[in-house]
């Protein structure tokens, strides 16, 4: 009897071998996209600029995480047959924090930029920062820019909720988590191409033949669950008094109105507003900031002194941009606030 036991053990250890081995180095098309479940993303992949990676590349394996990985996967498979079926099938955020590290793979630069900029806030950097809770009162609608992903509600990861303090973190395991992931502008499955090595026996081609198309990001809206695409976001009106001021039509510009938005009376520079006017009205966003470091040092330098009316070093001049405290915000200077005399005339170059 024991003999068969054995037996009988040695072989489901061995099918189960041989299926998590086929599950493993199969195609995604043979073991993922077999779920009706994942139709809808794999059909998006195919089309993606992310095409050439595997799904285990950004999703991991059945042993990623171990034994969590593997009582993970049973809970789904049990709830799947429990419940009714979830049409929309997302990643919590504990896999959203995960996927940083998977995203640095290939995107190192990016991820530098990223980590270097103010978007590298943690919840702890955001929650906890006394000044601005004195200001301004912790509540649910902070979650839309600064915690996304988060499932639950404000006071489970902050208190107290009033402007007097002092304040702690509720769960302590949240307090290294990013408040701005990658997922929070990028949609992986966003449709694109892959990179491909130009023709060069024709290397008076290679500049016509060249994609340059902007690759879009996404916003991730914490009401719907769901990423949008820059195309669907709407383009805002701002106005300076009763003027409308030129907005710029960048599409990427829409995303960050998203939290750098004015307050309700479309006032630029009110609330979190950063819309350029005066000298710089009608310059995107982008135009000055990296896209993922959102560094400015070099901006500068695109444009002047050789569209300077004055001509002189404007990164010397007394705005914001060389001094945090100068009263001339380098997003709304005009040459009024400092020649209060009279704008002088643009000195012309021979």
Known sequence: MKKYLALAFVTAVLILAGVV????????QRICASCHEIRTSHDSWVSSAHKGALCTDCHGTSFSNGVHSLRQNARRFFAHFSRPPDGNIRLSEEQVVQMLARCKRCHEREYAGWLASGHSASYSDIFLNDG????????????????????GSV?????????????????????????IPCLACHRIHIKGSLAAEPDHAQPRMILYRQNFEVQ???????????SFDTA????????DGERAIAVSTDGRQRLCYQCHAPAATH??????DRTPRGVHE??????????HSMEVRRSCADC??????????VEKMDTSYAKPDSPHNIHFVACADCHVKGVPPRKLRS
């Open 132 to 151: 601005h809770n004195r200001t301004e009162l912790v509540m649910d609608d902070c979650l839309r820019c600064h915690g996304m992903f988060f499932e």
């Open 232 to 239: 669907l976001l709407p383009q805002p009106s701002i106005r």
């Open 282 to 291: 009608g310059l995107s966003c982008l135009a000055c900031h990296g896209p």
């Open 267 to 272: 006032q630029a520079g009110t609330s979190d």
């Open 216 to 226: 879009r990001p996404s916003f991730y809206d914490r009401r719907e669950k769901a």
């Open 304 to 313: 002047h002194p050789r569209l300077s009316n004055c001509g002189l070093d």
């Open 21 to 28: 081995g086929y599950w493993h180095i199969s195609e995604p």
């Open 155 to 179: 006071k489970e990861i902050v208190a107290p909720l009033n402007v007097t303090g002092p304040w702690k973190m509720v769960r302590p395991d949240l307090a290294n988590h990013p408040a």
